[in-house]
């Protein structure tokens, strides 16, 4: 059995979390984040916050997986809001 000093211990650590990936922000948690709604252009101006329903076409439109999205809307979806967020 080998045992270790603290010292070698807290350096195998400190290099084994130089191995540790990073998960990457999902594009909606990243368009609530930093995205905001102008006062010029928007009903309501300030932090946007993103519906449940608009957090899908969020991550669909932002990933690389979908080629070509086709989107059905009613009115008031916030749809050119959702394409101002993901093209910034």
């Known amino acids: 059995m080998i ?6 211990k807290k350096e195998i650590a ?5 191995l540790r990936i990073k998960v ?3 594009p909606w948690r990243f368009v609530d984040k930093h995205f905001y ?3 010029e ?4 101006s300030g932090r946007w916050t993103s519906y449940p329903y ?3 076409i969020i991550n669909l439109c ?3 997986a979908a080629y070509k999205v ?3 809307k009613p009115r008031r979806a916030g749809f050119t809001k959702i394409i101002s967020a993901i093209t910034v």
């Open 3 to 8: 045992t270790l000093s603290l010292t070698a």
């Open 24 to 26: 990457p922000m999902l």
């Open 37 to 39: 709604l102008p006062p």
């Open 62 to 64: 932002a990933g690389t």
């Open 41 to 44: 252009s928007s009903g309501i």
């Open 70 to 72: 086709v989107f059905f």
């Open 54 to 56: 608009q957090r899908g």
């Open 14 to 18: 400190k290099s084994l979390n130089k």
